[in-house]
């Protein structure tokens, strides 16, 4: 392949009108547009690099160089790493949310500080507070507008069960939406609304923490029923 | 004149044309072009980002002219109330402290209050310093979400992480005091749960230190600041006389020119021993009340400042083992300490029979407790009097007749917290 | 506060005055430092006239008790507010669950003028209680949905709630799973 090298002449006027700037061309980087040669490292295996690799030395040089996945993994990567949450607070949890999005528990610095007003612009309903029979069906009206992928946190221990409150006027969420992570806490502390979050975030990358169990070295506390 | 002149003034003179008084939509026509007025009912439904809750409001619009509003509320009904009565005296606390979400040691005070009364029973000096400290605290952390979200409104994005970032530190401090950040349980019929660990005293000081300063900051970034002056200045005044009679107390009331202050008029729990200033507003516009809120929190910095350089010694709460749970270390050898611990937890104290009305100054305005008891180990009713369930009928009156982004800085500045409105 | 002799001063007036009566005055109480005058429903609007008229302007709070299982079983309490003098005293009104009825002290009448902080809160009382308040400008439910049924705050009313899931109990959650 040849490359002209050719001194260019740049077109941008200086202070004084003196018109262009001479570049001497040789030290620009030259773009290589051959692929092959790029892959056969010619230009960065150094001058005593052989000419070209072929075959399995070839192969292997190509699988260090080139990330490949499928597309599913690609695009969930992108999802969870950046979930759109709707701006809802009903309650205190709505204060810890807040302090989440802070300056010390940063949501931002994972991507998530993107709070829309808007369901239709939202992925991640995070429900913070009491439901109240009055605003369940609301909820839901919010949750159905919302486009998918979606998905909903649950956040604290009025939404999550009844928490403090197993009165007449509330109702936990799971009555009426699905709910993938719930948090809990009177209200959960940023941190732990934080691990709420990162636990959906692997769900969404197809890596749930399942096996807790395993984990937490946890075999033999299952609760064993007569007659079960 | 040219043309552009003449349009000009053509469109300045329909502009001009639009007054704020009620106008009958009727009879309004635009003689160029075909359209008449019609009043426009908006949702400003209980999913909204400048509503500070799950508020709902009805407004009636004639143009960009607020015609009326209607509160609809209930979105956050919780039955505090009705939960209350159905749990022990101290173990109704933590119920009633979820009130107001943002002021909860005043929730705590005002319900605390009403039984000492109830019982009679005295509350020790250093608790009662240990309350105001941990109340003014609470104080200044409500007006900076206050500030952080009402900045929000107005577009003023950056305000809301520096708010959040000083409220970080008085969370710390709660934290270090009772071991949780919001709805600590830390005041408890009689005195304050535990006494403050070592340390306490030093790190609130260096926070009453760096608070005065950095409100400097927020007074300097808001109140040179164009769009916010021109949004809050001269914008939904409301005489003191209206606020009166609608019963609206607080900042609000003060903004208005009345120095009605429940911890000046009728001080509890100590608050005579500290002198502090109660700021007042002239006009009881938007701006007034938030010049009122950003003044109080430099007097409540004295008076925490005040309280740490008096703390007394003495017992964090009273030594009647008949209300208050003895100390752990008296139960391995005294055999009455642990006849009163097992009474104390399994089935509370008794009340004898009686109604009592308490009220203390929230950040919001009279916070007030009704219990009454029918001589056993529960309330039989307990009504909360919340600040914002009052104010909030203050807002048609206000917000009537003026545009609709007024309306906005209103609601703001009105501080509405729906968890008390709605309890 | 007005001290005890104050409240029976005060009581005597209002039973002298000649719109109210002597039997309009069910009772005084001094209380913890409180002062609390019963008052008969039907002289509600006038004794806060007068009350009004003493000194004591603002209304602080209006709220709802249930006596049960005393009857007249349904009280509603006025708290009033002397500001120049920091005073207060409550009247309380007590009417019966068979006729839930009280005139609303809220609009402007023959007998004055009325309280308009007394708005909300006498719907509350009429949402968790039941007494429903003659003349007031919006008698309806506030906090609870409008098609409610029943009083929640009545001591005879359930508290309700949500049955606690545990394991064994796991199948019984009427759980939405994805």
Known sequence: MEIKRETVRSSAPTGQGQGGVEIDSSGLRVNKHDAKELLRGAELLGPTAPASMDGEELERYVHERVLTTTLEK???????????????????????????????????????????????????????????????????????????????????????????????????????????????????????????ILKLRKMVQDDPDAGWRERYDARGTEEILPGA | MTVADQQMSEYRRREQSITLSQVDPEGHRQSDEDTHEELLTLNFGPHHPATHGVLRLLVTLQGEVVRSIKPVIGYVHTGIEKTAEDKAYWKAIPVVERMDYLSYYFNAMAYVGAVETLLEVEVPKRAQYLRVIHLELNRIASHLIWLGTSALDLGAVSIFLYCLRERELILDLFEMSSGARMHTRYFQVGGVMEDIPVGFVEKAREFTKVMPARADQYGAILNSNQIVLQRLRGTCPLDAETLLSLGVTGPLLRAAGNPWDLRKAAPYSSYDDFDFKIPVGTVGDNYDRFAVRVAEIYESVKIIDQALDGLPEGPHITTDRKIA????????????????????????????????????????????????????????????????????QALSHMAEGSYIADMIATLAMLDPILGGIDR | MPDATGLELLAKELRESEGIGAEAILGTLYFRGHATLEVQPQHIRAVLALLRERGYASMMSVHGVDYYPHEPRLGVHYELLDMSKVDRVTVTVRVPTEAPELDSVTPDGEDGKGWPTADHQEREIYDMFGVAFHGHPDMRRILMPEDYEGHPQRRDFPVGGEPVIFTHNEHESSGVTR
């Open chain 2, 325 to 392: 749970l003895p100390p752990r270390h008296e139960l391995a050898t005294s055999m009455e300490a642990l006849i009163h611990h097992f009474k104390l937890v399994t089935e509370g104290f008794r009340v004898p029979p009686g109604e009592i009305y308490y009220p203390i100054e929230s950040p919001r305005g009279e916070l007030a407790c009704f219990v009454r008891s029918d001589g056993s180990s529960k309330p039989a009713r307990v009504h909360m009097r919340d600040p914002s369930f009052v104010n909030l």
């Open chain 1, 74 to 196: 690609a695009v969930s990567w992108g999802r969870s790493n950046s979930f759109f949450p709707l701006a809802f607070g009903l309650a205190c949890c709505a204060m810890e949310q807040f302090q989440t999005a802070g300056p010390r528990m940063d949501i931002a610095r994972f991507g998530f500080e993107a709070f829309r007003a808007s369901p239709r612009q939202a992925d991640l309903i995070i429900l913070a507070g009491r439901v109240s029979i009055k605003m369940a069906p609301i909820i839901r009206r919010l949750y159905d507008q919302m486009l998918e992928p979606k998905w909903a946190i649950s956040m604290g221990a009025c939404c999550s069960s009844m928490g403090v409150f197993n009165n007449y006027a509330l109702v936990p969420a799971d009555k009426f939406m699905p709910i993938d992570v719930h948090v809990p806490g009177c209200p959960p502390r940023p941190e732990g609304l934080m691990h709420g």
